[in-house]
């Protein structure tokens, strides 16, 4: 879904401009960013992102993982007999 023009880009850049660190997800990157390490904020940790010519134009959010993936592993309970 695209963002609403009145709305503007979504950068935050006065802010930003001396600080490496970014808890603002939505923000996004532009062309002044390529080349250097954020540390983005998911929600438990920062995140080092390295910033690339085809981020331009993204949001940092969409390259930090905010969810833990689960492989399927459980603890099974054993079932107690005689009951």
Known sequence: MARSQWKGLGLERSKWDNKKQV???SRRIIGGD???IYKVYNGRKFVEV???ELMVGRMFG???MTRTMDVGIHNKKSKKKGR
């Open 34 to 36: 390529v080349g250097q």
């Open 62 to 64: 969409e390259y930090v």
């Open 23 to 25: 808890w603002c997800r």
């Open 50 to 52: 390295l910033v690339n």
